[in-house]
């Protein structure tokens, strides 16, 4: 594999439209975009404060990590 060539990109707070993305993508769902892994997680201050948001970043970090 040339891992050179793949991303993975965590987009904390914002949604796709933000950034200029016109596709549907559910929080906490890895989804595949130019051939680069993107999620769209919730953002810090969100996250920091509601312990089922925390649940869910760490589940999908660890999924993120599992499958390099």
């Not at 050179?4 to 989804?31: C, E, H, M, W």
């Not at 680069?36 to 589940?59: N, P, S, Y």
């Not at 999924?63 to 390099?68: E, G, K, M, R």
Request: glycine share 8%; charged share 30%.
């Amino acid at each position: 594999k040339d891992y050179r060539s793949q991303y993975t990109i965590l987009v904390f707070g914002l949604p796709p439209r933000k950034l200029g993305l016109n596709l549907k993508a559910d929080r906490y769902r890895v989804k595949t975009l130019l051939g680069q892994k993107i999620v769209f997680v919730g953002a810090l201050h969100e996250i920091q404060g509601d312990q089922e948001e925390k649940k869910q970043l760490w589940e999908i970090l660890k999924a993120l990590v599992n499958t390099i």
